[in-house]
T-cell receptor, first 112, second 112 residues
Framework: SQTIHQWPATLVQPVGSPLSLECTVE??????LYWYRQAAGRGLQLLFY??????ISSEVPQNLSASRPQDRQFILSSKKLLLSDSGFYLC???????????FGPGTRLTVL | SQKIEQNSEALNIQEGKTATLTCNYT??????LQWYRQDPGRGPVFLLL?????KEKRKERLKVTFDTTLKQSLFHITASQPADSATYLC???????????FGIGTKLQVIP
């Protein structure tokens, strides 16, 4: 069966520091991969999605970037964090034509 | 632009009653409508999917209806239990390995 991992689970970072969140998927090949952010009291905001290695589509212009160095690895990065980057970051994979999303456990990021 | 509306206020219901959650959408003709459950501090979990040519879908105590004319879906939980307390998210997709748009979710509280 498919499993999706995210780490770290929680992270507290100062403003201006870099960020790297990692997501890996097991048990499936060539999945569509997604990064979402969920701010407190708000809905899921799609940040990036990828249909293959090196293929990244950005939904929101901001200081975040994403990379997909391997088929089942998706990385979210920032060179300099802002206070507004705080939130719950979720990675998901969707390997079906219906685009059903299967989410990881998430990373709670607090920028101080 | 595409818009999904879910009751942002919490829904409180007595144990054993049927809970009904509403999802309305505009500027979209989705091929699929999905419902997810999200518990605090966790990623959403897929529950049910209904296709545009389906009127109703059932899974155990869950029932989903999809009215493409009204642009509305209703999500029912029969014989509700305190364990059903969570936030329920509606999501739309066009299929074909594309992105999914999520509503903000409705928080359901089942009172013993």
């Amino acid at each position: 069966s498919q499993t999706i991992h995210q780490w770290p689970a929680t992270l507290v970072q100062p403003v201006g520091s870099p960020l790297s969140l990692e997501c890996t998927v097991e048990g499936t090949s060539n999945p569509n991969l997604y990064w979402y952010r969920q701010a407190a009291g708000r809905g899921l905001q799609l940040l990036f999605y990828s249909v293959g290695i090196g293929q990244i589509s950005s939904e929101v212009p901001q200081n975040l970037s994403a990379s997909r160095p391997q088929d089942r690895q998706f990385i979210l990065s920032s060179k300099k964090l802002l206070l507004s980057d705080s939130g719950f970051y979720l990675c998901a994979w969707g390997g079906e034509a219906t685009d059903t999303q299967y989410f990881g456990p998430g990373t709670r990021l607090t920028v101080l | 632009s595409q818009k999904i509306e879910q009751n942002s206020e919490a829904l409180n219901i007595q144990e054993g009653k049927t809970a009904t959650l509403t999802c309305n959408y505009t500027n979209y003709s989705p091929a699929y409508l999905q419902w997810y459950r999200q518990d605090p501090g966790r990623g959403p979990v897929f529950l049910l999917l209904i296709r545009e040519n389906e009127k109703e879908k059932r899974k155990e105590r869950l029932k989903v209806t999809f009215d493409t004319t009204l642009k509305q879906s209703l999500f029912h939980i029969t014989a509700s239990q305190p364990a059903d307390s969570a936030t329920y998210l509606c999501a739309l997709s066009s299929g074909g390995y594309q992105k999914v748009t999520f509503g903000i979710g409705t928080k359901l509280q089942v009172i013993p």
